[in-house]
């Protein structure tokens, strides 16, 4: 379950960014009305990072520059065979004002794993943070700083080489991007319904559902908006084998009432670093933690009989949210609702936004 704590690429030479300043930058009154509600992912940053990759140069042209589209070639790899994948996230304001991010070596890591299944170069670590760094060096005023509001950061890497032949991109670009974020659903952390898919599939056995790539969020989008026809929020994907995989974005996690704390764990599943998080901390209060597979039998069925005491998801966008039902064609189940997840949710907040101790040293300054 827990993530690699060693960075193999430690000791790297910082790489030189070339800054170019956006000269129609958004003015302070303009840019704070826009954090007075950031909403989610609508609104972006004055700055983007680019670096280029190629087989010949390695990582290359690092560069802050201003934000705006990205030119493409129609024939660029990342169109016609989706050679892509990304990360997400976030800085936050502390009281004192600096800013900070939580764990970001975790998603450097993800990203290299992505990369890896995508045929794609790998980032080193220390550019990765340094990437994140480098943007919020630029656009600090962009952080917000009221409460549950964060700058989210989005990197991404994407073939960029034109060609019409199926193999890997000899040529590739890495962007940063950031947009300030306020609660992730509308209606702030109340809990959700979830429909479950029986007819689509998140991923399968030896694709790409532990990577991070837009190909397997493309894929959650029909049945996504099927849930919205039958009034959820969100939607839950089984494996090929019936068990419970995950919500189109976000783990999902179940409370025994012996205290003990299950995921659904399988190499379709993305590993995620908010829910990594969140079990270390039930770990701390000395709660049970198991990672293995979950049928949707078992996960009913210890509902209707109260061995299950309740279910949340999580996910670096909305951290912890509580799942107050699940729907499907010919059923619906009322979850039940506990006070566990809110009180993780509220303790993992408090230390990313420095209320509370970091007693694993997850949180990096952005602005040192």
């Given at each position: 379950?827990?993530?690699?704590?060693?960075?193999?690429?430690?000791?790297?030479?910082?790489?030189?960014?070339?800054?170019?300043?956006?000269?129609?930058?958004r003015?302070?009154?303009?840019?704070?009305?826009?954090?007075?509600?950031?909403?989610?992912?609508?609104?972006?940053?004055?700055?983007?990072?680019?670096?280029?990759?190629?087989?010949?140069?390695?990582?290359?042209?690092?560069?802050?520059?201003?934000?705006?589209?990205?030119?493409?070639?129609?024939?660029?790899?990342?169109?016609?065979y989706g050679?892509?994948?990304?990360?997400?996230?976030?800085?936050?304001?502390?009281?004192?004002?600096?800013?900070?991010?939580?764990?970001?070596?975790?998603?450097?890591?993800?990203?290299?794993?992505?990369?890896?299944?995508?045929?794609?170069?790998?980032?080193?670590?220390?550019?990765?943070?340094?990437?994140?760094?480098?943007?919020?060096?630029?656009?600090?005023?962009?952080?917000?700083?009221?409460?549950?509001?964060?700058?989210?950061?989005?990197?991404?890497?994407?073939?960029?080489?034109?060609?019409?032949?199926?193999?890997?991109?000899?040529?590739?670009?890495?962007?940063v991007?950031?947009?300030?974020?306020?609660?992730?659903?509308?209606?702030?952390?109340?809990?959700?319904?979830?429909?479950?898919?029986?007819?689509?599939?998140?991923?399968?056995?030896?694709?790409?559902?532990?990577?991070?790539?837009?190909?397997?969020?493309?894929?959650?989008?029909?049945?996504?908006?099927?849930?919205?026809?039958?009034?959820?929020?969100?939607?839950?994907?089984?494996?090929?084998?019936?068990?419970?995989?995950?919500?189109?974005?976000?783990?999902?996690?179940?409370?025994?009432?012996?205290?003990?704390?299950v995921?659904?764990?399988?190499?379709?599943?993305?590993?995620?670093?908010?829910?990594?998080?969140?079990?270390?901390?039930?770990?701390?209060?000395?709660?049970?933690?198991?990672?293995r597979?979950?049928?949707?039998?078992?996960?009913?069925?210890?509902?209707?009989?109260?061995?299950?005491?309740?279910?949340?998801?999580?996910?670096?966008?909305?951290?912890?949210?509580?799942?107050?039902?699940?729907?499907?064609?010919?059923?619906?189940?009322?979850?039940?609702?506990?006070?566990?997840?809110?009180?993780?949710?509220?303790?993992?907040?408090?230390?990313?936004?420095?209320?509370?101790e970091?007693?694993?040293?997850?949180?990096?300054?952005?602005?040192?």
């Amino acid at each position: 379950m827990t993530l690699l704590d060693t960075d193999p690429d430690q000791g790297l030479a910082p790489l030189e960014f070339a800054v170019t300043r956006n000269l129609a930058a958004r003015g302070a009154a303009e840019r704070e009305q826009i954090l007075e509600n950031p909403g989610f992912g609508t609104a972006f940053t004055d700055h983007m990072v680019d670096i280029c990759w190629s087989m010949r140069g390695g990582w290359h042209r690092p560069r802050v520059q201003p934000y705006g589209p990205i030119s493409l070639d129609p024939a660029a790899a990342v169109l016609h065979y989706g050679q892509e994948i990304f990360e997400g996230i976030k800085a936050y304001r502390h009281a004192d004002g600096s800013i900070h991010t939580f764990r970001p070596d975790q998603n450097g890591r993800r990203l290299q794993r992505s990369a890896r299944r995508l045929a794609l170069p790998e980032l080193p670590v220390s550019y990765f943070v340094q990437s994140l760094r480098e943007l919020v060096k630029v656009d600090a005023a962009w952080v917000p700083s009221g409460a549950d509001q964060s700058l989210y950061l989005r990197p991404f890497m994407f073939a960029k080489e034109a060609f019409l032949g199926v193999r890997p991109a000899q040529k590739v670009a890495y962007y940063v991007i950031a947009s300030p974020a306020g609660a992730y659903f509308k209606g702030g952390v109340q809990p959700v319904s979830i429909w479950l898919s029986e007819d689509y599939s998140r991923a399968g056995k030896g694709g790409t559902g532990a990577a991070k790539t837009g190909g397997n969020y493309a894929a959650s989008l029909l049945p996504q908006s099927e849930a919205y026809e039958n009034e959820c929020d969100q939607v839950v994907f089984l494996d090929q084998d019936g068990n419970v995989e995950e919500l189109g974005g976000m783990n999902i996690v179940f409370v025994k009432k012996d205290g003990t704390l299950v995921t659904p764990q399988s190499d379709s599943i993305l590993e995620g670093i908010t829910r990594d998080s969140i079990l270390q901390l039930a770990v701390d209060r000395g709660h049970k933690v198991e990672g293995r597979p979950v049928s949707l039998a078992e996960w009913r069925d210890g509902v209707a009989s109260g061995d299950i005491v309740e279910v949340f998801a999580c996910g670096t966008a909305a951290v912890v949210t509580p799942i107050g039902q699940l729907k499907g064609k010919n059923f619906f189940d009322e979850q039940p609702t506990g006070s566990l997840a809110l009180s993780l949710r509220e303790e993992l907040t408090d230390i990313q936004y420095g209320r509370r101790e970091d007693t694993h040293n997850w949180l990096v300054r952005l602005d040192a």
